[in-house]
């Protein structure tokens, strides 16, 4: 009887704590790419296109749910943004360009405190990319418009601070920050995506 109570009680608080951790969370979220590059080439002719490694930043939202040890979330990321691109070795020009990418999640969080936890995760989902390109170049003139879709693949790498340690009262927001990176590959244009940069969350728990 002693042993049945003894695992009643531990089996209530394992539960406790788990609902204590457990529910569901909105976030909104900034990301610095240190470098970024894309690859592709003009339909037209043989010539490859090279991004400059400009760093930039995208705005993205998430919705998801965090199990505790493991949260799993569904997220969007834009980008829009006008830059000098390479032409092989013999050109540059003007490339205005949109990355959407939307991605599913789930990242494991042990706790290092009771406010701290270190997340490492996963995502895959979908990348689209909306370029506009206006070149110069020793062969001519090259102006194309073009939408490309991809599989996008990425994982992160970083830190969850609780504001329950700034309030003990305040504890249903969260700053999340690390290293992310990912990489797509289109079917058009032998076009690629890649880019590894830092990203700072903040998440609400509700």
Do not use: W
């Not at 042993?3 to 969370?25: D, P, Q, Y």
């Not at 976030?27 to 590059?37: A, D, I, V």
């Not at 205005?96 to 939307?102: A, I, N, Q, T």
């Not at 370029?131 to 073009?146: D, T, V």
């Amino acid at each position: 009887m002693k042993s049945l109570i003894k695992i009643g009680l531990i089996t209530s608080l394992i539960s406790a704590t788990a609902m204590a951790e457990s529910g569901f969370l909105f976030g909104f979220e900034g990301n610095y790419n240190f470098k970024s590059q894309t690859d592709f080439k003009y339909s037209n002719t043989t010539s490859k296109v090279k991004f400059d490694d400009k760093k930039y930043g995208l705005i993205g939202l998430k919705l998801g749910y965090d199990f505790g040890l493991v949260r799993t979330y569904a997220g969007y990321y834009f980008i829009c943004k006008k830059i000098d691109a390479k032409i092989e070795t013999d050109g540059h020009g003007d490339l205005s360009f949109k990355h959407k990418k939307y991605i599913l999640g789930i990242d494991f969080t042990p706790s290092i405190t009771d406010n701290i936890k270190l997340v490492v995760g996963g995502y895959g989902g979908l990348e689209q990319m909306t370029y506009k390109a206006n070149g110069k170049f020793s062969g001519g003139y090259i102006s194309e418009k073009s939408n490309l879709n991809s599989a996008v693949v990425g994982g992160k790498v970083g830190s969850i601070v609780s504001s329950a340690i700034f309030n003990p009262n305040l504890n249903n927001a969260e700053l999340e920050f690390g290293i992310k990176g990912d990489y797509a590959k289109f079917s058009k244009h032998e076009a690629k995506h890649s880019s590894v940069g830092a990203y700072v969350a903040l998440n609400i728990k509700f």
